[in-house]
């Protein structure tokens, strides 16, 4: 019978943790290209366009 995986030593070189820690830190850091669109200014056609498709959904969750 095989030992468990916590009784196996484990590597504990701290360029691995580092990496690893940087790794998860950039998945969770947003977009570029949607700080881009966040940042973008927003015309009155694209309002009137917002205003419509939220009048749509809230009439279709009714």
Do not use: C, W, Y
């Not at 030992?3 to 701290?14: G, K």
């Not at 570029?32 to 498709?53: G, I, N, V």
């Amino acid at each position: 019978m095989s030992r468990h995986v916590l009784d196996h030593p484990s590597d504990r070189d701290p360029s691995r943790r580092v990496a690893q820690f940087a790794r998860i830190e950039s998945g969770a850091r947003a977009n570029p290209a949607s700080k881009t669109l966040q940042r973008r200014p927003r015309s009155a056609d694209t309002a009137k366009r917002l205003k419509a498709f939220v009048r749509i959904a809230r009439s279709k969750d009714s």
